[in-house]
């Protein structure tokens, strides 16, 4: 089975400097996706960040970028310039092209400070 | 489009009591999803449907069941409500050709 692991149960930073989340997973599949979701306390679940396993290129949206280092099975988060509004629990999720699930990390909760 | 809908938002349930929360995404997706999120703690999947009629036991299908009699909608059902069940509750749905899963507003739920 799958695993996911976020080691950083909690982090904060300062408004308009950069953090990263840690993600590792465990997989045997080649082709996987891996997702970034964001859970403000409004508990919506809204997706970040994807990256497929076949590309090389990390994925960017804006102020979010990923390192996706497939050798070392990691996907890590960066958010630079972070804002007020980052505060929020972060997941990492792991899913492959052959099955139909997701599975999440624990969580990281991410407290961005004035 | 309204994309993925639960109701209600929040119960209180008596222990021993049934109740079924519903789930409808109108984006046409073929999978659907149920997750529970016990605070603090991250989602663990319950079941899913990968189509109208087929469905199937995620890690902690306990105590619950589900049904897929059309494309759009995907209830849970709680029989027989304990304590342990007392957590959030998200569906999520997502299309045959991408990965990514959208997720409803969640249920609350409250069993004492």
């Known amino acids: 089975a799958q695993t996911v692991t976020q080691s950083q149960p909690e982090m904060s930073v300062q408004e308009a400097e950069t953090v990263t989340l840690s993600c590792t997973y465990d997989?045997?599949?080649?082709?996987?996706?891996l997702f970034w979701y964001k859970q403000p306390p409004s508990r919506q679940m809204i997706l970040v960040i994807r990256?497929?396993?076949?590309?090389?290129q990390n994925a960017t949206e804006n102020r979010f970028s990923v390192n996706f280092q497939k050798a070392a099975k990691s996907f890590s988060l960066k958010i630079s310039d972070s804002q007020l509004g980052d505060t929020a629990m972060y997941f990492c999720?792991?899913?492959?092209?052959?099955?139909?699930?997701?599975?999440f990390g624990e969580g990281t909760q991410l407290t961005v400070n004035p | 489009n309204a994309g993925v809908t639960q109701t209600p938002k929040f119960r209180i349930l008596k222990i021993g009591q049934s109740m079924t929360l519903q789930c409808t995404q109108d984006?046409?997706?073929?999978?659907m999803y149920w997750y529970r999120q016990d605070p603090g703690m991250g989602l663990k999947l319950i079941y899913y449907?990968?189509?109208?009629?087929?469905?199937d036991k995620g890690e902690v299908p306990n105590g619950y069941n589900v049904s897929r009699s059309t494309t759009e909608d995907f209830p849970l059902r709680l029989e027989l409500a304990a304590p342990s069940q007392t957590s959030v509750y998200f569906c999520?749905?997502?299309?045959?050709?991408?990965?990514?899963?959208?997720f409803g507003p969640g249920t609350r739920l409250t069993v004492t």
């Open positions: 999520a749905s997502r299309s045959q050709d991408s990965y990514e899963q959208y």
């Open positions: 997989t045997s599949e080649n082709n996987y996706y």
């Open positions: 990256q497929e396993a076949y590309k090389q």
């Open positions: 999720a792991f899913g492959e092209t052959s099955g139909s699930r997701l599975t």
């Open positions: 984006m046409n997706h073929n999978y």
């Open positions: 449907s990968v189509g109208a009629g087929i469905t």
